[in-house]
């Protein structure tokens, strides 16, 4: 499969594409780095269990949310697409935000597209070993810091810088900083716009979110044929042509190499690059620019105007993603407003109740008590249930902030005063001022 050399393009959407990826990589290298307080703002500690999302402390037990944003990430892509496409591909997809840097990269030290086709395409020099291993070297260097910033949302990355450079990582640190790393070199640096075409699915079933009101990347067929080349002195009504003056620089452009005057193709990732070389040759022609724009393939057929393209965008079926979207979106933080910072999980001690001295019949149970809040929480446990219970603990009832612990208590009731059996009861653990309160079910044994 030949090699495809994307050539330099300047205008609107090229810099919207630039903005994108300035945005994402600020983001994504700058957040680790965070402080809130005294650790990490985002930080997901798989050993520990905790999740820490600024002011946010989630448990494995809050997997609730998770899914809810997974699901609003999955419909907002929907409605990303019924409206205009393949936004998130051309303008903040991983591939397409590391492919752009790599590229930038492989045009300052090789040269623009011209001068990178006559370098591969000569014998091997001094000038090409030295550009080739100085770019390599540049891509690896990005690459491995893009691996290391990975795994510092996952490790402290202040203390994984510290064991980086004494080279004391442990073993999956190493692996995933090294795998996500090459996985970036990669899929950027060799395969780009193969991973586009063959190896996303979103391409594939992306035709059935699209429909003939979706706004995309298209060529006005009927303004630009038949095309030709002219001189730019010559009136375009003297030519007896169309406005296309088949430069193929949107071919050239294109960072999946397709020929946009072909119609819509699924390899179309959105990012208007041809839209921006094709108004570039138009006004050096003299030509109306928007010979390839952003519009639907019922405007185009119809001739409509950006007015009426715009009224049948915002379609039913966009206001029913877009109502569906924001519904989930208030539901969600609506939960996470009233979400209870303290957990408790109550497990029963395996062992058999057993008679205490003092004829009662005591159950074990331990505690685990998840602190989210950013303060220590003394605790208050009470039981009821039963009549006559009473609890005991020798531990300290205390949970540091952002911690879990377990606390053993033991919980005794007279026997003469209940039947054998299996009793519900139920654990209230509320914090000093009272401002925590959770209630946990159990069940209390009394032996036969």
């Not at 697409?81 to 997809?93: D, H, K, Q, S």
């Not at 009426?308 to 407003?337: D, Q």
Request: aromatic letters at 14%; proline letters at 4%; glycine letters at 8%.
């Amino acid at each position: 499969m030949p090699k495809i050399y994307p050539r330099t393009v300047h205008g609107l959407f090229a810099r919207w594409r630039w903005m994108g990826v300035l945005i994402t990589q600020l983001v994504f290298y700058g957040l680790p780095w965070l402080a809130w307080g005294q650790r990490q703002a985002v930080l997901f500690d798989l050993e520990a269990k905790r999740f820490y999302i600024f002011g946010l402390v989630l448990y494995p037990q809050d997997f609730i949310y998770l899914t809810g944003l997974l699901v609003v990430s999955a419909l907002s892509l929907f409605l990303f697409t019924a409206v205009a496409g393949r936004l998130w591909c051309g303008y903040a997809c991983p591939q397409t935000v590391y492919s752009e840097l790599f590229m930038w990269i492989e045009r300052k030290v090789e040269g623009d597209r011209s001068a990178r086709m006559r370098l591969d395409a000569g014998n091997l020099s001094l000038e090409k070993l030295v550009k080739k291993t100085y770019k390599h070297i540049i891509w690896l260097g990005l690459s491995i810091w893009t691996g290391f910033t990975f795994v510092g949302y996952f490790t402290p990355i202040h203390d994984l810088g510290m064991a980086f450079f004494q080279t004391r990582m442990g073993s999956w640190e190493v692996f995933w900083v090294f795998f996500y790393g090459f996985a970036t070199y990669g899929n950027a640096g060799f395969m780009r716009e193969q991973v586009c075409k063959y190896m996303c699915p979103y391409a594939r079933f992306q035709s059935a979110m699209f429909d003939r009101d979706t706004l995309i990347v298209t060529y006005d067929d009927k303004r630009g044929e038949p095309r030709g080349s002219r001189s730019r002195h010559v009136a375009l009504s003297d030519t007896g042509l169309g406005a296309c003056v088949d430069c193929d620089l949107c071919v050239h452009v294109c960072p999946t190499g397709i020929d946009i005057r072909q119609g819509l193709q699924y390899e179309c990732i959105g990012c208007a690059a041809c839209v921006d070389v094709c108004d570039g040759v138009m006004e050096k022609m003299g030509y109306d620019k928007g010979l390839i724009r952003y519009a639907t393939q019922n405007a185009m057929q119809n001739g409509w105007t950006a007015p009426v393209m715009w009224r049948r965008i915002f379609r039913p079926r966009v206001l029913i993603y877009t109502g569906v979207l924001w519904t989930l979106i208030l539901l969600l933080a609506f939960s996470l407003f009233l979400r209870m910072p303290m957990k408790v999980d109550v497990i029963r001690d395996r062992g058999l109740p057993r008679m205490t001295q003092q004829g009662e019949v005591e159950n074990v149970y331990r505690l685990q008590v998840m602190n989210a809040t950013e303060e220590a929480q003394g605790l208050h446990i009470q039981v009821r249930g039963l009549d006559g219970m009473d609890i005991h603990t020798n531990d300290e009832m205390r949970v540091d902030a952002a911690q879990s612990r377990w606390i053993p208590v033991r919980v005794a009731v007279p026997v003469e005063m209940q039947s054998p059996g299996s009793h519900p009861i139920w654990f209230d653990v509320s914090n000093d001022d009272g401002s925590l309160h959770v209630t946990e079910k159990a069940v209390f044994l009394v032996p036969r």
